[in-house]
């Protein structure tokens, strides 16, 4: 296992929060998210999902990931 903290921006409300928990706990190979307004600690299975798809599945959900992050 191993974890990853994921800056998000555009996170303003527990809506938003409500809509990262949600796309990151579709993400195979993700074990657990805790996620808060601007941030995201993510652990996973690195054998099954990068980083990189990490960041995807947030700004998919309609989110930022900034500081080169995926």
Known sequence: MQTAKIEISGMH???CV??????L???AGVHA???DIG???VE???D???EKDIA????AAGFETPGGQG
């Open 18 to 23: 409500r809509r990262v928990s949600a796309a």
């Open 56 to 59: 995807e599945a947030v700004r």
């Open 48 to 50: 099954k999902v990068t």
């Open 13 to 15: 409300c527990q809506a």
């Open 33 to 35: 998210a805790k996620v």
């Open 39 to 41: 941030s995201a600690s």
């Open 25 to 27: 706990d579709k993400v």
């Open 44 to 46: 996973f299975d690195p």
